[in-house]
């Protein structure tokens, strides 16, 4: 079993910063891809980031494209996003996920992974 606890979230102006982190305990491996997803009242999971566990490959939809960056420290288990620029539309739960052997081939669909946190709220206010 691996477990998954986010912190960092927070009440913060539009324009201004956050980190997130998301440690991982159980058992985990180097090779696994993680990322991290968010959740806004009455809409679908979201894509955020991902970081590929094979070569740290990082990936981001369109609508965080230079703001976030996913990035991780594998003596910690340790994924952080760093969330920059702010928006009111970034206001969501943020989610973690650990994509667990076998590995998916989708990562950015929450089907892909096998474990979550609990989430942490990110309100942006204008």
């Known amino acids: 079993q691996v477990q998954l606890v986010e912190s960092g979230g927070g009440l913060v102006e539009a324009g201004g910063s956050l980190r997130l982190s998301c440690v991982a305990s159980?058992?985990?491996?180097?090779?696994?891809?993680s990322a991290w997803f968010r959740q806004a009242p009455g809409k679908q999971r979201e894509f955020v980031a991902a970081?590929?566990?094979?070569?740290?490959?990082?990936y981001y939809p369109d609508s965080v494209k230079g703001r976030f960056a996913i990035s991780r420290d594998n003596a910690k288990n340790t994924v952080y996003l760093q969330m920059n620029s702010l928006k009111p539309e970034d206001t969501a739960v943020y989610y973690c996920?650990?994509?667990?052997?076998?590995?998916?081939?989708?990562?950015?669909?929450?089907?892909?992974?096998?474990?979550w946190g609990q989430g942490t709220q990110v309100t942006v206010s204008s």
């Open positions: 159980g058992r985990t491996f180097t090779s696994d891809t």
């Open positions: 996920g650990r994509d667990l052997p076998p590995y998916g081939p989708n990562f950015n669909l929450p089907s892909n992974y096998n474990s």
């Open positions: 970081i590929r566990g094979s070569d740290e490959a990082t």
